[in-house]
């Protein structure tokens, strides 16, 4: 098994009496991008927080580059760049001072800087108040402010958030070329699987503090069965004719009736089967329950 | 200590455009020049009288010192507690200071010191301009003779005094500027605590160096009057021994407040 950039073992977290981070066990490969997924209140901001040793975890159940996290907590954050829900910017400074200000802290080049403006499309924007700036350009600057020491790993706590479709596809891309190009290891929290799932290569879902799913974006297609659904005429009776002979009939909608997959060979024979008893099947396909689907399913039945 | 210097540096650079930087130059430049104006305005009168050097520098040197110290140092001393922590409470910054891989410690331990310097910084003009403005108005007015003494020592007595006084005050708004994001509760604190300190000295209450709020005005009283040779007197045992234990506890406040 790859080296695990993040681990956590069984971590807890409780805000007064509420438990809010619930035996998690995170693993997270180098090189992977993981889409940590779950719905408002899952507890992905608060578990990204407890990543970056703002909020207090037990000794040796958090580790971030094979070291325990409270321990080792310089040299953890020196290796890793965030951005935690909204940008933190200062609105009186314009976002190149913003970045040359995280450039003093880091002890970096300030020609860096500019660097930065450029790869996230702010360079004409460089000297304008942060505070002035739109939605997107703040997240864009996030962005930047995160990437600026050139980490080795990077917490996103939904960075597209407020982007618009070509900001999206930028940061998506940015991300691939990050982790493909460049070895980054990134984890990235989203509310949304189809936004994720295009990126991801590794998947976690968290619900209510607990991990539901934790995997390859192969393993979470796996667990979506896939059905196949026949348009026929006199929907009814096929269904019928086909429960008289032993198939199992998931659903009966206006006009189509939906059943487990099993193999193509099959398929086939349910074909024949009902064209030589006198339906017209206008159509047979198989299909996969899309990963949305699953995922609320996953998120739901907790 | 790399850590505390270059989390300085970004407190300065931070708030090099801000009121709570520039007011530690304009304060002094303003009620200097106001006085320095009074003076020279009232030049034809004043030099009748012939006041000795010494006396004529008490006088001047006095009117800085006295709405300085009573009440505009208590007020600037609050308003730098709570420039350095409300940037970072306004822009919702506590988290990604906190996240940065320096030592907490030195992060907070920067910011104190910032507005420790910035006071500094603004007395220490005081001086200077005082001891400026007195030379420039001697060449100006024929009858003035501020030359005749140089009050640089003891003027820098009584600033440093006022210096010291003020930390106690600090280091406690200090902690109320953390705790709260919002201008009015340690404005509030605050004005009621320079209310009561201006009171308590000046009536000469026998256990006002307790309240923090208290010494500048103590130290001001105590220079009028006797023993201006004692260089730590009470109120300034006081004043560092609060600064120290607010500063310290701060701390733990800080190391708490960033996990929200
Ligand atoms: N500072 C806090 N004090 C008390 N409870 C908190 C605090 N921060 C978060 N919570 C609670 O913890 C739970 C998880 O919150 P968290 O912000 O981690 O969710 P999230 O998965 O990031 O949600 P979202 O998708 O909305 O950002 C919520 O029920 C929230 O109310
Ligand atoms: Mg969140």
Known sequence: MSELVIETRGLNHYFGQQKVVD????????????????????????????????????????????????SNRIKSLKRLGALVEQPAIYAHLSGKENLINRCILLSINKRKADEMLALVGLTEAADKKAGKYSLGMKQRLGISLALLSDPELLLLDEPT?????????????????????????????????????????HVGIINKGKLLFQGTITELHDLSKPTIEIEVSDIDRASEFLKSNGFEVNTIEEKKISLMYKSAEESGKINTLLVQNGFTVSSIYQVRKDLEHLFLDITKNN | ????????????????????????????????????????????????????????????????????????????????????NNIEHKNDTWKTLFAQPLNKF??????????????????????????????????????????????????????????????????????????????????GIGFIGIIAGIITATKGWEYAYLIPYSHPAMVLTATKGKEPQVFFTQEIYSSLVYAAIFFILGYFIVARKSMK
Not at chain 1, 179 to 200: D, N
Not at chain 2, 53 to 80: N, R, T
Request: net charge positive.
């Open chain 1, 23 to 70: 035996n998690l066990s995170l693993k997270v490969q180098k090189g992977s991008i993981y889409g940590f997924l779950g719905p408002n209140g899952a507890g992905k901001t608060t578990s990204i927080k407890i990543l970056l040793n703002l909020l207090k975890s037990q000794k040796d159940t958090v580790y971030l580059f094979g070291k325990e996290i409270n």
């Open chain 2, 106 to 187: 030195s992060i907070y331990a920067a910011k104190y010191l910032y507005a420790v310097l910035l006071i500094f910084i603004c007395l220490s003009l005081f001086v200077l301009l005082t001891y400026l403005s007195g030379n420039l108005l001697h060449l100006l007015v024929k009858g003035y003779n501020f030359n005749e003494v140089n009050p640089l020592g003891l003027l820098s007595k009584v600033y440093l005094k006022l210096f010291l006084s003020s930390l106690g005050i600090l280091s406690l708004q200090f902690i109320a500027s953390l705790i709260w994001s919002d201008f009015l509760k340690p404005m």
């Open chain 2, 1 to 84: 200590m790399h850590a505390l210097l270059i989390s300085l540096k970004s407190e300065f650079y931070k708030s090099r455009k801000t009121l709570a930087f520039w007011a530690a130059i304009l304060l002094p430049l303003l009620i200097c020049s106001l006085i320095a104006f009074g003076f020279f305005s009232q030049s034809a009168r004043m030099s009748k009288v012939h006041y000795p050097a010494e006396a004529l520098w008490m006088m001047y040197s006095g009117s800085a010192l006295s709405v300085m110290g009573m009440l505009i140092l208590p007020f600037y001393v609050i308003f730098m507690a709570f420039s350095v």
């Open chain 1, 161 to 201: 958030n407020g982007l618009d479709p070509n900001g999206i596809i930028e940061i998506r891309n940015l991300m691939i070329e990050l982790a493909s190009k460049h070895g980054k290891t990134i984890l990235v929290s989203s509310h949304l699987l189809s936004e994720i799932e295009r990126i991801a290569t």
